[in-house]
Structures are given as structure tokens and as C-alpha cells.
């Protein structure tokens, strides 16, 4: 079994500020782990994702995260905000290739002047 | 240009009414998927389908029903049994040597 904590449901930054959007995960089998954005009335655009190797991995528009077996762990990062980052974000767990997603219950990410 | 449509984009059903929402992939990608999103609550798995005239039942699928005739096409029917049925659709899907999904642009279906 696997599931996907998001915590906080609501995010507010300023335009430039770090943006930290928390994921913990639990799974019985080495995870693979995802964040994807959405935009309003839009479908899901994977920003990256962690299978295996590297923990630290980059995505598109400058975020990032890092997978920390010991905390169960995927928080995304990025150092400077910007207006277009504002969308929701889900943190997602699979078991593998062409397996079940589980996703958190996103957090959305509000960018201010 | 390769990738998932879904269609209608606004869908309304009447009470009683079964109705079909459609997803089509040409991303050569044997597996397919059906999400429901409500609002605070994240995607939920209706149904899946690895291959061809093969599918599972995820999370939630009563009050829905799906069928794989052709690897391209995974079309999900919201019956008359799903007592709330609105919500945002989503269909996804992916290679089976791969293990990213991908989304469609989503159905929103609404209740008359």
C-alpha cells in the first residue's frame, strides 16, 4: 500500500520569495515518486519526477526536488517565485512502470506582489 | 502532435441518464486511466486498463464502467447507479516501460 501526505493545503508567497511545497510518502516498495502541476479547468503537466539514482532532480521552470529516504520525503523547491508559478500542485506515488498513481491532495500555490 | 484528447470538454447529465465521456491517446501507450478530481480531496483511480479487452477497478469505481476495444480509446460511462457524479474527469496514460503518466485536458461533468 502507499499513500502521499501534502501538507498545507494553501501556499502564499511573494513574487521572488523561496517557494517549499512539503510531500511525505509512505510505500512498501521502493517508490517512485512526482509532482505535477495543474492549472484552473486544465489536466495534469508532470514537473518531474524520481525513479531512481540521482535525489536531487531537476524539472521544468526551475523547480526541484529531493528524495530523502530516511524522512520519506519529496519536497519541490524553487528559489524565486514568479506570477505563472501560481497553480495547484500534486506530490504522486507509484509502485513502478505502468502502475498505480496515488496522489495527495495538492496544495495551492498563491504568488503575490 | 501526439497526445490525449478529451471530449466534451463540459458534459451535463440528466438524473437517470448514463453518459459516456471520451478519451483517445496516439502515444502508442498501452495503459490507461481514469481519474475523478473533487475539490480538497486530489485524483481518485476509477478504472485502469494495462491492454487491449483487459481493465481493473480502482478505488472508486462503482457507478462507473469503462471498455478497452482498441488500444487508442479508454471511454469511461457515468451511469445512472453514481449518485454524485460531479466532478472533473481526467484520463491519463502511459507506456508500460515507462512510468510517467499522462493527462488529458479533462471533462467537467455537471448535473441538470
Known amino acids: 500500500a502507499q499513500s502521499v501526505t501534502q501538507l498545507g493545503s494553501h501556499v502564499s508567497v511573494s513574487e521572488g520569495a523561496l517557494v517549499l511545497l512539503r510531500c511525505n510518502y509512505s510505500s512498501s516498495v521502493p517508490p517512485y515518486l512526482f509532482w505535477y502541476v495543474q492549472y484552473p479547468n486544465q489536466g495534469l503537466q508532470l514537473l518531474l519526477k524520481y525513479t531512481t539514482g540521482a535525489t536531487l532532480v531537476k524539472g521544468i521552470n526551475g523547480f526541484e526536488a529531493e528524495f530523502k529516504k530516511s524522512e520519506t520525503s519529496f519536497h519541490l523547491t524553487k528559489p524565486s517565485a514568479h506570477m505563472s508559478d501560481a497553480a495547484e500542485y500534486f506530490c504522486a506515488v507509484s509502485a513502478g512502470t505502468a502502475s498505480k498513481l496515488t496522489f495527495g491532495t495538492g496544495t495551492r500555490l498563491q504568488v503575490t506582489l | 502532435d501526439g497526445g490525449i484528447t478529451q471530449s466534451p470538454k463540459y458534459l451535463f447529465r440528466k438524473e437517470g441518464q448514463n453518459v459516456t465521456l471520451s478519451c483517445e491517446q496516439n502515444?502508442?501507450?498501452?495503459?490507461m486511466y481514469w481519474y475523478r478530481q473533487d475539490p480538497g480531496q486530489g485524483l481518485r483511480l476509477i478504472y485502469y486498463?494495462?491492454?487491449?479487452?483487459?481493465?481493473q477497478k480502482g478505488d472508486i469505481a462503482e457507478g462507473y464502467s469503462v471498455s478497452r476495444e482498441k488500444k487508442e480509446s479508454f471511454p469511461l460511462t457515468v451511469t445512472s447507479a453514481q449518485k454524485n457524479p460531479t466532478a472533473f474527469y481526467l484520463c491519463a496514460s502511459s507506456s508500460t516501460r515507462q512510468e510517467t503518466q499522462y493527462f488529458g485536458p479533462g471533462t467537467r461533468l455537471l448535473v441538470l
Open positions: 486498463s494495462q491492454i487491449v479487452n483487459d481493465f
Open positions: 502515444l502508442n501507450h498501452d495503459a
